[in-house]
Structure formats: structure tokens, C-alpha cells
């Protein structure tokens, strides 16, 4: 199964290392990991997109509290939760693609951000299946380059992953 | 009053009640070994070898209880350091390592005798700091010695760039009594209502198991665990780490489990409707295969840790929490209940446990001409009368030592278990003996474990440590050669030493004193002997036999009630 785990950590040189090196010697998966500090400087929020079995899971969160740096942590899967992800694509617009490339950006709610006489940089937001579906969209010789955050997520309602 | 990177260090120590701090110079430490130089309430020992190092305060810390203390250099200072920091981890012991660093301005340019040490070390420490400014380090310090000894207990490396110990710098000094993590809130207490339904589920047991472990050391739960056990009547099994905490000259005592446990310990395991783990993690050499471990039973799991819960075998029970104060608990909820309910009566399964008992599964050839390593064990329990601190290295050695001596107190039993490092055993005894001058301390040993820190024979030479080495001398690595035996067609692929010391005259160069022991009527009287050297370090060399294997034995990945059992069992059976 797929979680989407959200770690409020210790906003220390080193944190990231702890929780990627714990992945790694465990053997856990890591589908994406994305991280940066808060509103609060001395907190950093991590979010990390992982699979496997519930027994797995549970060992994943059991361990990530285990570190010293992690504050606190929510396993937003389990409840109603919003997931956006940034994405950045540059695609090869000549003169015959232009048209095609903007009126697709739009469909998507992409902005672009760059142009040439020959490039597009689209910039666009979504939950990762939207960016997929995108990707699927465009004509795929025109892809020059693609760069993307992997997922954020925060839970919906009121309550949040705060100390 | 303004102090020093270096004397805060020194300071820190003190504040911290540290008697003893194991350590070897070089140049980032220079300034710390200065300020270690200008006082004399911190006692330093020098070690030959770094891991050494942490392995005598790794014994200080299993026998006393309190943090071990660790200081060494940067580069290889603290990459020697790391198979020491590493066994400590495993079996989960407090320990502060203090490692120095090259100065900040050159940190990563890959400056004379620099790593990466918070890297290295990450994986093997429960934490670890890198002291960027000299206002953050005697805070960390605290919070290392806070870390390191509270919840589940562990190594801490503190990383000290060397300008951080500029003797030139001076700040104020301010050590605080207490300290809060925000990040950081070991469990204190278990949880009341499953501790109820446990004790309900005991109380209604027909054929319960104890089984403890090194938790039980850690969290000084011996007592509870001991009065628990009695009051239940239950049999009890101790994993290698948690021998002593429950005396095994008791009757409830089944002896240790797992893969050289004794066969009424393990069937007893295999055929629980009830099992209580208590400070134990579910090892791989405890399990055997998980999938037909305990296959009847209802799981009770105690521990202070919760990623513990659930990483092997998944409870239906478990409490999260110290040790002594669940025991302590769940002492009181039986008493409780026993007067409304009476429990079970177990007659029927201690008469079946009894019976698995009959068989004396350890019992071995006596009237052989050479010395066989159990009865070397049981003339060391003999002759010391069970009151040693035995320190062990890996191997063969530790498991007959596991097996024949029958501790009766904790923290009397000393051996790397979750890691198994050789070379453990004689720096761990140096900083047992330093904490106990008093008290009988022994390590016993093989031939190839001992030469991996056989250097610290001069340490305990500059320290007069009146330390015993038992040597059961059999020429192999003999676990390795014991599974080649077993696995590979008897193909002893390099466990055999082809070029062995002459041990007497070595300990004799050292200036200690050297015995060799080759008839078994010379045993028990070289022994004595030795044990009568109150004063010295005497390294005994008992030539044993090379063929003996440690029975019982379940394969790894096998269920508890497969054991091979020793030959000599059913050739005694056959001529009877």
C-alpha cells in the first residue's frame, strides 16, 4: 500500500541523512521524499511517500520516531489529506507545437514560464496523477526535461501536524 | 567561571559523575587530553587500541550500570572506535563517545586524519552531534549523557571540531541539572489496562513461558522479575543477554533458549499456550523460524521500545514501558486478581517440563583424556563459587560459558551478544575490574577472539588489574569450524590457526604471569592456582578438546523443537 507520511523534524544539519540513511539500512522503500523548513526556522517538514505491507508501515513510523530528530509525525493516508506536487517541464515548442503546447498548459492549469522561439517551461501544480496524466498529454519527442518535487501533503479539517 | 572547549569537556565529565574515562591521544584531542592532564577527579585509561576503548567502557557501563566513557582522535581514532560503538548499540548500552574532529575551517577538505564521523557512526549510535560553536557544547554533552542513558539506553558520539577546544577561548561555564528535547520522551510508564488483560490472560495459562531478556539487565528489573516469576510459578528461559537476571540455580529456571538453548527451555517454548517476552527482542537466534515460533501460544511483549513491538513476532499483548515499574505493576494486578480467581494449577506442564528435563541435554563425556571445554566451564563455576564477573568473547567459549555457569546475579555476565564481536571480551573485563577493584573478574576466551585485542595485556599491566583469562585453547575458530562440520562436509575452509603464540611466554613478556593446562587431573588446581593470584593478571591456557561441538543446536531458520541433540546422549542411551 501506498502512505503518504508527514515528519515535523529538528531543523538540523544531518536530519535528512538520518531519515534517508534509516530507509536505506532497513531496506524500506522510498518513493519520494520531499523536505524544507517551516514557518517555524528550527522545524523542518519532511514528506515522504513510501509502499509496502501494514506490518512494514508500522515498523517505518516506529522507527522514524525513533530518531531523536523526529518531533512528531502523521501518517496522512489514514485520514482525508490534499497532496500537491511542482512540477517543471520544458518542452521543445517550435512554431508548429506553439499553439498545441498552450492551449494544453491551459486544459491543465499550467502557467509558462519561460519561452524562446524554440521552448516552453511549464510550470504546474496537482496531485502527482494529474502531473502524470500531463505528461501523457504532451507529444513525447517534445519533452526536453522534466523536474518534479514529488508530492507535499497535509491532512484536511481543522486539526494539524503542530507541536 | 569561564572555561575552555577543552576543560568544559573535562568539566562536563565531572558534572557527571564520571569516574573513568577509556582513551588513546592524537592530535584533535590535544587540548582535551591538556585539560584531562591539569585535574585529577576524572581518571583516564589508556588503552592500545581504540576499540578497546570503547569495549572497556562498554564493560564499565554492563557492570556498573552507569554511561561508559569514550574519548579518542579523529580519522582513525574514531573509525577503530566504530566496532566498539557498533556492539554497544546492538545490546543497547550506554555509552558517551567523545571523538575529535578536525578544526571547523577545514572540515570537509579531506584534511590530515579526517572522516566523517557523525556519517560513519550514524547508523551504529542511538544518536550523534557534531559541536559547531563552542556555546552549544556543554548543552549537548548534557544532552548526550541524557540521551545515552535514558529509555531504551545507547551510544552517543559527540563530534569536537579541535578549535571548539582552543584552550585560548574561554566562555562562562553552566551545566545544566536537567535537560528537555522536545524531540525526544522515552516512555515512563505502561500501560495500566493491558497490563489487566496480561495478567487476566497468565492467570488463565495452562502451560506458560517466561522468557527475558537483556531488558531486564538494563532496567535493573531483576527483583520484580525474579518475585513475578515465583509468585506465578511459571518456568522461566533467559535469552544470552539475560542470563543472571533470574538465578539459574533455580527450579523454575529452564536455562537459556534459542539456538544452543537447553531442550526443556526450548520445547517448553514450542508447546506455550502463553508467552510472556519481557525486555527481549525476538533475536533470530531466540525464533528460529518465525513463522512456527511459539506456534501455540499467545504473546505477551514487554518492552521499553516500541519499534521492538511487532519488528519479528507480533504480540496480542503488548505494553510499552520500563521494565521494573510494568513488572512492578503487574506483580500488584496478580495479587489483585489471584484473590477473586484462582489461577490455573501448572502440575501437568511441570511434570511434562520435568520430563524434558530428564533428559540433561547438557550433559557430556567426563572420563575423556583431554579437557572437555563444558567441564572447564563448571570447574571455572566450581572454583569461583558463581560470584565472578565472567566476561566472554564469541564463539564456542561463550556458549559453554552461557550454558555451565550458572549466574545467579545481573550484570555478572558479560558478552557481546547482539553483534557478536570477538576481541570483546578481555577490554571489557579491564573496565569491569576497574569498576569492581575489588571483585573477581575473569574472561574467558578462545584462541583467535583473544589475539584480536590481545595488545591490552599491557594495560592491564600500567593499571595492575588483577584480571583472569581463561583460554579454552582448541586451535580453531571453533564456531566456524563446528558449522563446516555440520554444513560443509567437515570442509574447514580457514578456521584453523596454523600458527599459534605461545601464550604463557606472551602474558610472561607482558609481565604477567602464565599457565597451560593440557590433563584434566591438572584442571581444577591450575585454576585455584590462578584464582589464588589475587594480585595479578594470570592467563591460563587450557589446551580442550578440539572435536567438542555445543549441543543443543537448531539450525538457523529452523523451529524450537528441532534440535540436534549431542551424540553422546544416545551412545549413553544405547549402553544403558
Request: proline share 5%; charged share 25%; hydrophobic share 40%.
Amino acid at each position: 500500500m501506498r502512505h503518504v507520511i508527514a515528519v515535523l523534524m529538528e531543523n538540523e544539519s544531518g536530519a535528512l541523512s538520518r531519515v534517508a540513511g534509516l530507509f536505506s539500512a532497513r531496506g524500506y522503500n522510498i518513493e519520494s521524499l520531499t523536505v524544507a523548513p517551516t514557518d517555524d526556522p528550527t522545524l523542518s517538514r519532511m514528506t515522504i511517500v513510501t509502499r509496502g505491507s501494514e506490518a512494514v508501515i508500522e515498523q517505518i513510523k516506529k522507527q522514524l520516531n525513533k530518531l531523536i530528530d523526529v518531533v512528531k509525525l502523521l501518517d496522512l493516508s489514514e485520514g482525508p489529506h490534499i497532496e500537491r506536487e511542482l512540477m517543471l517541464i520544458k518542452l521543445n515548442a517550435e512554431r508548429d507545437y506553439r499553439d498545441e503546447a498552450q492551449r494544453l498548459a491551459d486544459i491543465f492549469r499550467g502557467n509558462i514560464v519561460d519561452v524562446t522561439p524554440s521552448s516552453f517551461v511549464i510550470e504546474m501544480t496537482g496531485d502527482s496523477r494529474k502531473l502524470d496524466a500531463f505528461i501523457r498529454a504532451v507529444d513525447k519527442d517534445r519533452i526536453v526535461e522534466v523536474v518534479r518535487t514529488g508530492p507535499s501533503g497535509i491532512s484536511r479539517g481543522t486539526r494539524g501536524l503542530v507541536i | 567561571m569561564e572555561l575552555s572547549g577543552g576543560e568544559i569537556v573535562i568539566r562536563a565529565l565531572r558534572d557527571e559523575g564520571v569516574e573513568y574515562v577509556f582513551g588513546y591521544p592524537g592530535g584533535a584531542v590535544l587540548h582535551i587530553y591538556d585539560a584531562l592532564f591539569q585535574q585529577d577527579e576524572v581518571r583516564h585509561i589508556l588503552v592500545r587500541h581504540e576499540q578497546a576503548a570503547a569495549h572497556a567502557a562498554d564493560g564499565y557501563a554492563r557492570s556498573t550500570g552507569k554511561p561508559g566513557v569514550v574519548l579518542v582522535t579523529s580519522g582513525p581514532g574514531a573509525t577503530n572506535a566504530v566496532t566498539g560503538i557498533a556492539t554497544a548499540y546492538m545490546d543497547s548500552i550506554p555509552m558517551v563517545v567523545l571523538t575529535g574532529q578536525v578544526p571547523r575551517a577545514v572540515i570537509g577538505s579531506d584534511a590530515f586524519q579526517e572522516v566523517d564521523t557523525v556519517g560513519i557512526t550514524r547508523p551504529c549510535v542511538k544518536h550523534n552531534f557534531l559541536v559547531k560553536s563552542l556555546d552549544e557544547l556543554a548543552l549537548t554533552l548534557k544532552k548526550a549523557f541524557y540521551i545515552a542513558t535514558s529509555g531504551r539506553p545507547g551510544p552517543v558520539v559527540v563530534d569536537i571540531p579541535k578549535d571548539v577546544t582552543d584552550p585560548n577561548v574561554k566562555i562562562p561555564y553552566e551545566y545544566p541539572e536537567k535537560i528537555e528535547i522536545r524531540s525526544y520522551h522515552p516512555v515512563e510508564k505502561g500501560h495500566h489496562g493491558q497490563i489487566r488483560q496480561a495478567i487476566k490472560l497468565m492467570q488463565q495459562a495452562e502451560r506458560p513461558i517466561i522468557y527475558s531478556g537483556g531488558g531486564v539487565v538494563l532496567g535493573e528489573a531483576s527483583e520484580e522479575l525474579t518475585e513475578l516469576t515465583r509468585l506465578s510459578g511459571f518456568p522461566i528461559t533467559n535469552t544470552l543477554m539475560g542470563l543472571g537476571s533470574y538465578p539459574a540455580t533455580d527450579r523454575q529456571f529452564l536455562g537459556m533458549l534459542g539456538m544452543h538453548g537447553t531442550y526443556e527451555a526450548n520445547m517448553a517454548m514450542h508447546k506455550a499456550d502463553v508467552l510472556v517476552a519481557i525486555g527481549a527482542r525476538f533475536d533470530d537466534r531466540v525464533t528460529g523460524k518465525i513463522e512456527q515460533f511459539c506456534p501455540n501460544a499467545k504473546i505477551i511483549h514487554v518492552d521499553i521500545d516500541p519499534a521492538s513491538i511487532s519488528k519479528t513476532i507480533r504480540p496480542d499483548i503488548p505494553i510499552v514501558g520500563p521494565v521494573k515499574q510494568v513488572l512492578g505493576d503487574m506483580i500488584e494486578t496478580w495479587k489483585e486478581n489471584a484473590r477473586e480467581l484462582e489461577p490455573k494449577p501448572l502440575d501437568k506442564w511441570w511434570e511434562q517440563i520435568e520430563a524434558w528435563r530428564a533428559m540433561h541435554c547438557l550433559k557430556y563425556e567426563t572420563n575423556s583424556e583431554k579437557i572437555k571445554p563444558q567441564e572447564c566451564v563448571e570447574t571455572l563455576y566450581r572454583v569461583t563459587g558463581g560470584e565472578l564477573f565472567l566476561t566472554s568473547d564469541v564463539g564456542q567459549h561463550q556458549m559453554w560459558a552461557a550454558q555451565y555457569y550458572k549466574f545467579t546475579q545481573p550484570r555478572r555476565w558479560i558478552n557481546s551478544g547482539g553483534l557478536g564481536t570477538m576481541g570483546f571480551g578481555l577490554p571489557a573485563a579491564m573496565g569491569v575490574q576497574l569498576a569492581h577493584p575489588d571483585a573477581e573478574v575473569a574472561c574467558i576466551t578462545g584462541e583467535a577472539s583473544i589475539q584480536m585485542c590481545i595488545q591490552e595485556m599491557a594495560t592491564c599491566m600500567q593499571y595492575g588489574l588483577p584480571i583472569k583469562v581463561v583460554l579454552m585453547n582448541n586451535g580453531y575458530m571453533g564456531m566456524v569450524r563446528q558449522w563446516q562440520e555440520f554444513f560443509y562436509e567437515s570442509r574447514y575452509s580457514h578456521s584453523y590457526v596454523d600458527a599459534l603464540p605461545d601464550f604463557v611466554k606472551m602474558a610472561e613478556s607482558y609481565g604477567h604471569i602464565g599457565m597451560r593446562v593440557e590433563n584434566p587431573a591438572d584442571l581444577e588446581a591450575a585454576m585455584k592456582e590462578a584464582f589464588g593470584r589475587k594480585d595479578r593478571f594470570v592467563f591460563l591456557d587450557v589446551v580442550v578438546d578440539p572435536a567438542e561441538n555445543v549441543y543443543p543446536m537448531i539450525e538457523a531458520g529452523k523451529p524450537h523443537n528441532q534440535m540436534h541433540l549431542s551424540p553422546y546422549l544416545s551412545s549413553e542411551r544405547e549402553l544403558a
